[in-house]
């Protein structure tokens, strides 16, 4: 069982950053693989970026590559989504997920656990 608590969401200006962090419960964190989220509303919940459960690989959405940058802190049970270049388009709900299975925690469907989320707000 993992218990995931998102926080560092805000409003912020276009081309402006955010770093976004997720602590996890847990003795296993270390064993899963991690990954952000989003939410915008009236839209589905879609990838943003993943992290293997050492960190040795990566894997973003399209929309994400070259601004957004996922890392982890095993020793902290905690995740991050550094966030730079921002831009109204992204503004929406963030949420921290997490799974054993890499290629699983990579969908919305496939995922275990979910953290409430925290909201992001890109102003013009």
């Known amino acids: 069982q993992v218990q995931l608590v998102e926080s560092g969401g805000g409003l912020v200006q276009a081309g402006g950053s955010l770093r976004l962090s997720c602590a996890a419960s847990g003795r296993t964190f270390n064993s899963y693989a991690l990954a952000w989220f989003r939410q915008a509303p009236g839209k589905e919940r879609e990838f943003v970026a993943a992290?293997?459960?050492?960190?040795?690989?990566?894997y973003y959405a399209d929309s994400a590559k070259g601004r957004f940058t996922i890392s982890r802190d095993n020793a902290k049970n905690t995740v991050y989504l550094q966030m730079d270049s921002l831009r109204p388009e992204d503004t929406a709900v963030y949420y921290c997920?997490?799974?054993?299975?890499?290629?699983?925690?990579?969908?919305?469907?496939?995922?275990?656990?979910w953290g409430q989320g925290t909201q992001v707000a890109v102003s013009s």
């Open positions: 992290i293997t459960w050492n960190g040795g690989s990566t």
């Open positions: 997920a997490a799974d054993r299975s890499w290629k699983d925690v990579r969908t919305p469907r496939g995922t275990d656990y």
